[in-house]
């Protein structure tokens, strides 16, 4: 079955990094095209950005466009957020996702936490 697995949140000071990791399993994983959600206290999930199949193509929304870049290992079957310069609004769970077969599949989330 497709499983998602995130990795790499926890608590980092503002203008930090961190870099999360999903790995994927369950699905032809380089067939796909990958992305990543969030969802801060409070608030509605929000599209972080995406990536496509061979990686060619990435897409941000504009919160975190320039401070984030997404990646991934298509022999690894691994997708990557790196998270540069963060503010404490990037504060939130964030998850990976992948719309295959008319639904979507999400991972377990990771914490994010910008704090000083």
């Known amino acids: 079955q497709v499983q998602l697995v995130e990795s790499g949140g926890g608590l980092v000071q503002p203008g930090g990094s961190l870099r999360l990791s999903c790995a994927a399993s369950g699905f032809t994983f380089s067939s796909y095209t990958m992305n990543w959600y969030r969802q801060a206290p409070g608030k509605e999930r929000e599209m972080v950005g995406g990536?496509?199949?061979?990686?060619?193509?990435?897409m941000y929304a504009d919160s975190v466009k320039g401070r984030f870049t997404i990646s991934r290992d298509n022999a690894k079957d691994t997708v990557y957020l790196q998270m540069n310069s963060l503010k404490v609004e990037d504060t939130a769970v964030y998850y990976c996702?992948?719309?295959?077969?008319?639904?979507?599949?999400w991972g377990q989330g990771t914490q994010v936490t910008v704090s000083s």
């Open positions: 996702n992948v719309h295959l077969e008319y639904r979507d599949y």
């Open positions: 990536i496509t199949s061979s990686g060619r193509t990435t």
